[in-house]
């Protein structure tokens, strides 16, 4: 009869906890971001002009380098840092210096920001320069565009493209409640 009543009384437990449980994992509802606004996200990933400019080798200094490493010029691996800016409205929203990657400072620059906007008619501005100039962008593009409530506008860049790309894609719908 004492296990019967433990029995009984463990399945209560569990029913509880399933209970607790499945409440739990539908309430609250879960919100990405506020019903009346849009995401707006700056992503890419972009080489940058090398620092400094290729120095062709004399053949005394080819000849110092061992067999395998002999070639005509000897350029500077790293990379200049890539500056962006993102602006809204022409109110900047994002403005930064992205240092290169790779240990040897060699690879792409990266970025991945991402921006709550109200929901409507905004102008955005993005502009990059991947250069050593001190000042001005080397690619500049602007557009546009009419986010709807839970829209999701990606700034894109691909140098092989010409520059930036504007791309509006629809967030994941929220699960019927």
């Known amino acids: 009869m004492a296990r019967l009543g433990a029995y009984l009384g463990q399945g209560v437990v569990y029913a509880l906890v399933a209970l607790v449980l499945g409440t739990f994992s539908n309430t609250?509802?879960?919100?990405?971001f506020p019903a009346d606004s849009a995401e707006?996200?700056?992503?890419?990933?972009?080489?940058?002009?090398?620092?400094?400019d290729c120095r062709?080798?004399?053949?005394?200094?080819i000849a110092a380098l061992a067999p395998n490493m002999r070639r005509p010029e000897i350029c500077p691996r790293e990379r200049v840092p890539v500056t962006v800016r993102l602006a809204l409205d022409e109110q900047v929203m994002f403005e930064h210096a992205l240092p290169p990657g790779g240990i040897a400072g060699d690879g792409p620059s990266r970025v991945y920001r991402r921006f709550t906007?109200?929901?409507?008619r905004h102008l955005?501005?993005?502009a990059l320069r991947d250069t050593e100039r001190e000042s001005g962008f080397d690619y500049a593009a602007e557009q546009t565009?009419?986010?709807a409530?839970?829209?999701?506008?990606v700034v894109d860049f691909k140098a092989e493209l010409g520059?930036?790309?504007f791309d509006s894609r629809p967030v994941a719908a929220e699960r019927a409640r």
Request: proline share 7%; no cysteine; charged share 15%.
């Open 28 to 32: 609250p509802a879960y919100r990405g």
């Open 40 to 52: 707006l996200v700056l992503s890419f990933s972009h080489g940058a002009a090398r620092k400094g």
């Open 56 to 61: 062709r080798l004399t053949p005394e200094e």
């Open 117 to 120: 906007v109200p929901a409507g």
């Open 124 to 126: 955005i501005a993005a």
């Open 145 to 147: 565009v009419t986010l």
């Open 149 to 153: 409530a839970g829209a999701r506008f």
């Open 163 to 165: 520059g930036f790309t």
